[in-house]
DNA sequence: GCCCAGGTATAAA
DNA sequence: TTTATACATGGG
């Protein structure tokens, strides 16, 4: 893979087995808008624009630097996505058709907080309202980034009593925030250490948060801590196992559940109908 | 008005 | 241990 720099950014390629579509607005970031031919986004306190062409990637107001100390690992360029989806194709014919339905899904390495706190404020909630709850808890509490904002950090929102954020209209979730942003920001909750920890300790660390439940843990583990082995099951997984799956368990999808679940998660969200 | 949404805390059985 | 209900908000 090949990163050459220009005026306005970088190109990577060859980049096989990427939808930016498909991975950055598929319910794992809530933060990627589609702009210009491609998405525009903040992470890691960095405002690109992402844009595909065949194999061609191209990072705009990003640099060589950035893209081997952020970018190269944000959209974990470095797994072969092809063998995985061979891999996971062969456990279960639904699964092989889920994968083959959007094969440029790849699982983002998000900032740990960003995910873990975007997905405290998933719970019993829609994507489109989680982007607009995300959205002004940026614009009221971030730092600003190119046209947007940064997502804010736990110290800056650890200081903060759930009233105020009554802004962003989380509802019954700011009292949530408050409490990770706290146990986040004065070291109670480690989620470096969740990295390395034997998975159920993992889930344990961060479900000392109150609003934390084994879905946000999983999703946290999966999406911001890239433990791909985490299989979150929401409603829609729920339904998938009951009618698709019969009789698996999470155990039953591999060393790659996390991402096998994000292919099913996609698949069926587009396909409402494999439920009726 | 009702139902649902990438769930969880709490109380009751 | 499992099951039922409230929870804030907004779109369909």
């Known amino acids: 893979m090949k990163c050459v720099e220009f005026e306005k950014g970088i190109t990577v390629s060859p980049v096989k087995d990427l939808n930016l579509g498909e991975t950055l607005d598929c319910g794992q970031s809530f933060r990627w808008e589609e702009y ?12 690109v624009v992402m844009k595909l062409d065949g194999e061609e990637l191209t990072i705009e107001n990003a640099t060589a ?17 092809s063998m995985i989806r061979d891999s996971i194709s062969a456990l279960h014919p639904v699964l092989k058709e889920a994968a083959s339905y959007a094969p440029g899904i790849r699982i983002l390495r998000q900032e740990p907080w ?28 971030g730092e600003r980034v190119g046209s947007g904002y940064s997502f804010p950090t736990a110290e800056r ?7 105020d954020l009554s802004e962003i209209r989380a509802g019954f ?15 109670e909750v480690d989620l470096e250490s969740c990295r390395g920890l034997p998975y159920e300790d993992a889930r344990a660390e961060l479900m000392k948060i109150k609003g934390v439940g084994v879905k946000v843990a999983d999703c946290t583990l999966l999406f911001g801590l890239h433990r791909i082995e985490a299989f979150p099951v929401d409603v829609w997984m729920k339904r998938a196992l009951e009618k698709l799956f019969p009789g698996m368990t999470a155990d039953d999808f591999g060393e790659y559940a996390g991402i096998a679940q994000q292919y099913i998660f996609h698949y069926s969200r587009m396909n409402p109908k494999l439920f009726e």
């Open 114 to 141: 960003e995910a873990l706190c975007t997905f405290i404020i998933s719970q019993n909630n829609n994507i489109k309202r989680i982007k607009g709850i995300v959205k002004r808890l940026c614009e009221g509490f």
């Open 36 to 47: 210009d031919g491609g998405y525009r986004g903040i992470a890691f306190d960095r405002e």
């Open 173 to 187: 979730r700011n009292k949530y925030i408050i409490d990770a942003s706290r146990k986040v920001a004065d070291g």
């Open 157 to 163: 929102l650890a200081e903060l009593e759930p009233e």
């Open 65 to 81: 630097e950035d893209f081997e100390k952020i970018w190269r690992g944000y959209l974990d360029l470095d797994l072969d996505y």
